[in-house]
C-alpha cells in the first residue's frame, strides 16, 4: 500500500509540473489587447513555422530549426540555413526574447534584402560575451551592437548566456535604435555620413547598397550554435 501510495504521489508531483509547464508556455508567443490595439503583431506564433522561409527560398528548411515547448529553437550543430519573414518591413518597432547557449552565438537581420546574398541585412548581434571569441574582438561584435558597425557602450544591460534577454530595434524613417532590456544601447542613421565611414572601415565595405533604406524581411540567423526565440513581434510605424 505504501508503495502505491509514493507512486499516485509521483505521479502527481509529474502531471503538477506538466501543466505548470504548459501553463508558463502559454504566457508567451501571445498579445494583449492593448498590443492587438496598438498594431502589434506576432512573427511567431509559437507552434509552427508559418510565416518565416529559407533565405532566397521558397520553402522552410527540413533540419537545423524546430518548433519546441514554445519556443524557437535552432538546433546546435545541424545546419539548416538562415530563415527570413515572408513578409517585408520598412518602418516598425521589432521586439524578441532569446537566449544563446553557453558560448553560442547568433543574430536577428533586419531590412533584408535577397538581392544581396554577401550582406543581406543588419545584423543585432546575439552572442555569449564572456566566451565567444567573436565578443573578445571589441565593441562592435557584443551583444545588441549593429555588427561589425556600430558598437555598443561596454557598459550595458546584457545577460549571461542560458538566460532570457528582451530586445528591440526600432527603424523610423532613417532613425535606427538598438534596445536591450529595455535600456537603448545605440542609435545611427541610414545613409549617414557617419555611417558611411563605418561601413567602409567594416567587411561590409563592398556590398553595394548596404547602410540605405529598403523595405526588408527579418532574418533568423544559422551560425551554428544552438539558440532560442520567442515572443517575436513587430508594428509596422507610420512612414517618417
Known sequence: ?????????LLALTLSAATLAAEETEKFNTLTAEEKGGGWKLLFDGKSTQGWRSYRKNTFPDKGWVVEDGLFKKVAKV????????????????????????????????????????????????????????????????????YAVVPTPESRPSKPAGEWNDSR??????????????????????????LKA?????KFKDAAGFGTKLKGHIMLTDHGDECWFRNIKIRELPAK
Open 1 to 9: 500500500m505504501l508503495e502505491m501510495k509514493t507512486k499516485l504521489t
Open 79 to 146: 545546419h539548416g540555413g538562415d530563415i527570413v519573414t515572408d513578409a517585408r518591413f520598412e518602418d516598425f518597432e521589432l521586439r524578441w526574447e532569446w537566449r544563446v547557449a553557453p558560448g553560442g552565438n547568433n543574430g536577428i537581420k533586419y531590412l533584408v534584402s535577397e538581392e544581396r546574398p554577401g550582406a543581406p541585412g543588419h545584423e543585432y548581434q546575439m552572442v555569449d560575451d564572456q566566451r565567444h571569441p567573436d565578443a573578445a574582438k571589441g565593441l562592435k561584435r557584443v551583444t545588441a551592437s549593429f
Open 169 to 194: 530595434v526600432v527603424v523610423k524613417g532613417n532613425q535606427v535604435e538598438h534596445w536591450l532590456n529595455g535600456a537603448k544601447v545605440l542609435e545611427y542613421e541610414l545613409a549617414s555620413e557617419a
Open 198 to 202: 563605418a561601413i567602409a572601415e567594416s
